[in-house]
């Protein structure tokens, strides 16, 4: 027994050296940042699991195509100025859709605990714009084309099958992400898959970027939705959302005539989405807020297919809301310490 152990502890230890393979897909609904903080996230993951060991990584990118039919500004970012500008040094090995890099040095351990990212300076990533309620779309020169894409040209781009994009299910129908009525276009970028119970939820807005935001969240929070993935033991979480108002696993939206219940979901997706917290709410008590949630809700959002009243839609309206506000209390705050 005793030899045996020796000889045991004798060997190489070859395992040590065995590279981790990590790999992360940019769908169309992840931008810039969601995207470049899961990839730092998996790298990081990866270093406390597994400290020492190379660390290959491998991106692929979804639609976030530019109107040349080269990948738009984010991807472009995110292989660029994230991956191969930042992350690099915390792996040996980085693929991205046009090509391969190694780290020339040795792959760094220290990998800080959280990733800052700050907004361009060439003025690329600046926001929807609050106060003129233009329209934010992905798409700069629009395909005019007057007709929709076909389901297959949408899933194409979206780099998936004609399912629902949240849930999987089919059939599907074709979703704007600036509704047609708020000035969206037909190009194929502006088009999103979902069955008929996520279209209904979908937002009416005419900022695209908030739009897809709301897709990544739901993915997320309508996870149980989804057929078995067949990973074994692993479990989807019941969704938050479920819980608190009951809604069945077909979908089935509730009573959402219901004036409490409509309040309940939508201090679920202000809490869950936009981050919302007790300073957010406490803020719901100011004195025109009310005012300047209706200027936004008249402004930008739209009534599609009937249904005017949408929580996705009020999340999104009462966000923006929020934001107004704050601005106002600040220039009147700079101005009163001016006199
Ligand atoms: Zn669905």
Redesign the pocket.
């Known amino acids: 027994m005793t030899k045996k152990r020796k000889k045991l502890g004798k060997r190489p230890v070859r395992s040590a050296q065995k590279s981790i393979l990590l790999f992360h897909d940019m769908r169309v609904e992840e931008d810039f940042e969601l995207c470049a903080q899961r990839m730092f996230e998996v790298v990081r993951g990866a270093a406390r699991r597994f400290p020492g060991r190379p660390r290959r990584m491998i991106l692929t990118v979804q639609g976030h195509r530019n109107d040349l039919g080269a990948f738009d500004h984010d991807a472009f970012e995110i292989m660029q100025e994230f991956g191969s500008g930042f992350l690099l040094c915390y792996l040996t090995e980085f693929t991205h859709p046009y090509f391969t890099l190694k780290n020339n040095r040795k792959q760094r351990e220290d990998i800080p605990d959280v990733l800052e990212i700050t907004p361009p300076e060439d003025g690329s990533g600046s926001s929807f714009d609050y106060w003129g309620f233009a329209r934010r779309q992905r798409e700069f020169i629009s395909d005019p084309r007057s007709s929709r894409p076909t389901l297959r040209a949408i899933a194409d781009y979206l780099g998936r099958d004609t399912s629902?994009q949240?849930?999987w299910?089919k059939p599907v129908e074709r979703a704007h992400a600036v509704p047609e009525s708020l000035g969206g276009s037909n190009d194929v970028r502006n088009f999103a898959l979902?069955?008929t119970?996520?279209h209904r939820e979908a937002p009416d807005i005419a900022d695209a970027e908030a739009f897809w935001r709301w897709i990544d969240y739901v993915y997320d929070r309508d996870a149980h939705?989804r057929p078995e993935v067949g990973i074994p033991g692993f479990v989807f979480e019941a969704s938050p959302w479920n819980e608190l108002i009951g809604v069945d696993d077909e979908g089935k939206p509730g009573t959402e005539t219901d004036e409490n219940l409509f309040r309940r979901k939508l201090r679920i997706e202000l809490t869950h989405l936009y981050g919302w917290g007790p300073e957010e709410f406490s803020r719901l008590e100011s004195i025109g807020i009310d005012q300047e949630f209706h200027r936004v809700r008249r402004g930008a959002t739209g009534r599609h297919r009937g249904v005017g009243r949408k929580v996705s839609t009020y999340a999104w309206a009462y966000n923006t809301a929020l934001v107004r506000f704050r601005e106002i209390e600040k220039i009147k705050e700079e101005r009163a310490s001016e006199k």
């Open positions: 629902c949240i849930c299910r979902l069955c119970y996520h939705m």
